[in-house]
């Protein structure tokens, strides 16, 4: 690769930008061309012709990633739209985009979820898309904390054991809300594939910065539950594109320590909560606390409410 010319790097860009881009992908590297010519050549160059080219991940489960690196961004919402809609250019399906929110809601928060299900929806508007809602989850929600505990152990890996015992020390109610409703609810849907979800929730907490323990423990995951070692250093290089070298070089930082220690089960020793509360009380303390919140919402519960199935179609 260090031998090939600009034209030949570009050449290999354009192909990768044409297949994701759809019939306008030279607009925005024309519009960035008016500014800078070498921009806009590096921005074919590099992020297409040198790393999204790579055979290491196949193009639309490397833009599944680049839209989990984009909602961790949380301001490059211009980009995330062009790669939510590159994703289904490359051969995504709709449904995978909508079940990578709930993995949003459990990394990354509410807000960064909530912000880009506008985003998502007028990329299905605009596509005219025939997308059915997504039927909501049967049982009445109770039990949740040891099917939290169960798809811990299928996301997470390694010696978990002092990063849950400082949750459960400095906040025992959060340690246990992490497994009732992160794991036990929002990741233990199964509309995504396994490995897309183990390397979303990667690409996510590498993109946050300063996540470390958090990044071990589901590097470690990724590798004990089918991810290779070479799927997860190509996630990195491509880290490099969309939250820049520093993140990349820090998240490689921390692979390096799990890559020494080989692929290792979830160790880790939490005690079994016996959860009765049925999802219809919560959701009903949930109503009955929102009046009391939403004058400090940025925006109203009408908006965030269309992450739910009733709300979904465009």
């Known amino acids: 690769m260090t031998s090939e010319s600009h034209e030949d790097r570009f050449s290999r860009g354009l192909d990768i930008l044409r297949r994701i881009g759809g019939l306008n992908f030279d607009e925005p590297i024309n519009a960035l061309a008016e500014t800078s010519a070498d921009l806009s050549?590096?921005?074919?160059?590099?992020?297409?012709?040198?790393?999204?080219?790579?055979?290491?991940?196949d193009l639309p489960l490397r833009q599944l990633c680049t839209v989990s690196m984009l909602l961790a961004d949380g301001s490059a919402q211009p980009q995330l739209k062009f790669h939510i809609a590159g994703f289904l250019n490359?051969?995504?399906?709709?449904?995978?985009?909508?079940?990578?929110?709930?993995?949003?809601?459990?990394i990354l928060g509410f807000p960064a979820t909530v912000n880009a299900v506008g985003i998502v929806r007028s990329v299905f508007a605009e596509r005219e898309l025939a997308f059915q809602p997504i039927e909501p989850v049967t049982g009445d929600g109770a039990g949740r904390g040891a099917t939290g505990q169960d798809m811990l152990h299928r996301l997470?890996?390694?010696?978990?054991?002092?990063?849950?015992?400082?949750?459960?020390?400095?906040?025992?109610?959060?340690?246990?809300?992490?497994?009732?409703?992160?794991?036990?609810?929002?990741?233990?849907?199964?509309?995504?594939?396994?490995k897309a979800k183990l390397l979303a929730?990667?690409?996510?907490?590498?993109?946050?910065?300063?996540?470390?323990?958090?990044?071990?423990?589901?590097?470690?995951?990724?590798?004990?539950?089918g991810v290779t070692r070479e799927e997860i250093i190509e996630l990195l290089i491509q880290l490099s594109v969309y939250r820049g070298f520093p993140a990349a070089l820090n998240a490689f930082s921390?692979?390096?320590?799990?890559?020494?220690?080989?692929?290792?089960?979830?160790?880790?020793?939490?005690?079994?909560?016996?959860?009765?509360?049925?999802?219809?009380?919560?959701?009903?303390?949930?109503?009955?606390?929102?009046?009391?919140?939403?004058?400090?919402?940025?925006?109203?519960?009408?908006?965030?409410?269309?992450?739910?199935?009733?709300?979904?179609?465009?």
């Open 156 to 194: 997470a890996g390694g010696d978990g054991q002092d990063y849950f015992d400082r949750f459960a020390t400095a906040a025992p109610d959060l340690a246990q809300l992490s497994i009732d409703f992160a794991f036990g609810e929002a990741l233990a849907r199964d509309g995504l594939e396994h």
């Open 201 to 225: 929730i990667v690409a996510m907490l590498a993109s946050s910065g300063n996540r470390s323990d958090a990044l071990r423990l589901h590097l470690a995951g990724a590798l004990a539950n």
């Open 254 to 314: 921390v692979a390096r320590s799990v890559f020494a220690l080989g692929a290792q089960p979830l160790q880790v020793d939490i005690p079994t909560p016996v959860d009765t509360e049925s999802r219809t009380d919560r959701a009903e303390r949930g109503r009955l606390c929102l009046p009391k919140a939403r004058p400090l919402l940025a925006m109203p519960w009408s908006v965030a409410l269309t992450i739910s199935h009733r709300t979904w179609g465009a």
């Open 41 to 57: 050549r590096f921005t074919v160059e590099y992020p297409y012709g040198d790393v999204l080219s790579r055979p290491g991940l």
């Open 90 to 106: 490359a051969g995504g399906e709709p449904n995978a985009i909508v079940e990578l929110l709930f993995v949003s809601v459990a």
